[in-house]
C-alpha cells in the first residue's frame, strides 16, 4: 500500500485556533493536538495529520521577526520528516508573515500554505473549518511522487495565493485576500483546480532547503501623502542605524520633486540608506521615469520595487540587507524576482 503523505500543522496564534468560553463569553486558544476531534472531516483526508502548536499563540498584531525565526526554524526541523506544513497564523500580519517565510527559505521543495479565517473554528457560521480542510488537501496533493505546490502559499476563501503576492483588503468578510498583480495558484469548486502553468516548479530537485534566519529589523515603510511635512521626512531618514525604507509613492512611483524632499532622500541614499519605491496603487507597477516626478527618483538611486506588494517589499528588503551586497547587487536582486514577488521576466 502507497505510503500516506504526512502534513505538519502547525499553530502560531489567530482567530482560527479558538473557542468561545462559554462562562466568559471570550475567545481562546484551545489545545490543538485535539484538531481532529474538532474537525472530525479530516479523517476522510487521505493523509496522517500531527499538529504543534506555539507555546502561547499569538495574535498576529504580535508577530515579529523572532516569531519568523521560529516557524521556519519547526519547518527546517520537520523538514525530511514531513510531506508538507500548514501554518495557522492570525490573518491580520498574515501576508507579511508568509511573504518573510518565502524569502526565508530557499530551494523549497515541499508545499508550505498559510491559513487561518475570520471566524474561529467553533462559530456556527465560521470559515475555519473550509479554509483548513482545503488547505491540507493542498499541501497533501502530490503526483506521480512529487508535491503540486512547492512554494509558500496563502489560502483563504476558496483560492490559493502566491503568499508574497497577497495583501489583506476586508477586516469583516470572508474573502480576507487579495493578490492583485499575480492569479490565483488554484481554486477551490466543485473541484480543487490548480493553474499548473503558474506555480513555482523547482529547477534543482536535488538541492538541499537553506534556512535564512537573520533578518535586519532596521527597516521603515514611509507612506507619502499630500502635505507631508518635510520636518517628518527628515526625522524618519534620519532614525539611528535606519538601513532602508520602502517609500509608499503614488501612481506609478511618483513622487514631490520639491528640492527639499530629494535633497532629502539624496542624502540617504548617500549614507548607504536603501530606499524601494512601491506604488500605494493596490494593482499595478512603477515604472520610473514615465513621469519628471520619477525621473528625479531613479537619477538619486531609488530602487524600483515593480509590481512588489508593501507586504513583501518589507519582507524582502529586511531579507536582502542581512546579505551585505554591494549597492549594484543590492538593486538588481531587489529588482528581479527570487520568490515570484515581482513580475519580470526572470523565473525564479
Ligand atoms: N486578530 C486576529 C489575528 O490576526 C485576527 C485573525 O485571526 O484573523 O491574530
Do not use: W
Request: hydrophobic letters at 40%.
Amino acid at each position: 500500500m502507497a505510503k500516506k503523505i504526512s502534513i505538519l500543522l502547525v499553530y502560531t496564534g489567530g482567530t482560527i485556533g479558538m473557542i468561545k468560553d462559554k462562562k466568559t463569553n471570550a475567545l481562546k486558544p484551545f489545545n490543538f493536538s485535539q484538531i481532529v476531534a474538532k474537525i472530525p472531516e479530516l479523517e476522510q483526508l487521505n493523509c496522517t495529520i500531527k499538529s504543534i502548536s506555539f507555546d502561547k499563540p499569538i495574535d498576529s498584531s504580535n508577530m515579529n521577526t523572532v516569531y519568523y525565526k521560529d516557524i521556519v526554524e519547526i519547518i527546517e526541523k520537520n523538514y525530511k520528516k514531513f510531506d508538507g506544513f500548514v501554518i495557522l497564523t492570525g490573518s491580520d500580519t498574515m501576508s507579511y508573515a508568509s511573504s518573510a517565510v518565502s524569502f526565508m527559505l530557499d530551494n523549497l521543495q515541499k508545499p508550505i500554505i498559510f491559513t487561518g479565517s475570520q471566524l474561529p473554528i467553533g462559530d456556527l457560521r465560521t470559515d475555519a473549518k473550509e479554509n483548513l480542510i482545503t488547505a491540507i488537501e493542498i499541501a497533501s496533493t502530490y503526483k506521480k511522487g512529487k508535491p503540486v505546490i512547492s512554494e509558500v502559499c496563502l489560502y483563504f476563501e476558496y483560492k490559493l495565493y502566491r503568499a508574497n503576492r497577497t495583501t489583506k483588503i476586508s477586516a469583516d468578510q470572508f474573502e480576507a485576500f487579495a493578490s492583485m498583480n499575480f492569479p490565483p495558484l488554484a481554486e477551490s469548486g466543485v473541484h480543487l483546480k490548480f493553474n499548473e502553468h503558474l506555480i513555482h516548479q523547482p529547477k534543482n530537485k536535488e538541492q538541499a532547503l537553506i534556512v535564512h534566519k537573520n533578518l535586519v529589523d532596521e527597516v521603515v515603510i514611509l507612506k507619502l501623502f499630500p502635505g507631508i511635512s518635510i520636518l517628518v521626512v527628515k526625522s524618519i531618514l534620519n532614525i539611528p542605524n535606519l538601513k532602508g525604507v520602502v517609500l509608499e509613492t503614488y501612481g506609478s512611483g511618483n513622487a514631490s520633486n520639491s528640492e527639499d524632499f530629494i535633497n532629502l532622500l539624496k542624502e540617504a541614499i548617500k549614507k548607504g540608506i536603501k530606499i524601494i519605491n512601491v506604488t500605494q496603487c493596490k494593482r499595478g507597477a512603477v515604472m520610473m521615469g514615465d513621469y519628471d516626478t520619477s525621473l528625479l527618483l531613479k537619477k538619486i538611486g531609488v530602487i524600483s520595487g515593480g509590481d512588489i506588494t508593501i507586504e513583501s517589499a518589507i519582507s524582502k528588503l529586511m531579507y536582502l540587507l542581512d546579505k551585505k551586497l554591494s549597492d549594484s547587487d543590492f538593486n538588481k536582486m531587489f529588482k528581479k524576482s527570487i520568490r515570484g514577488e515581482i513580475t519580470n521576466n526572470i523565473d525564479f
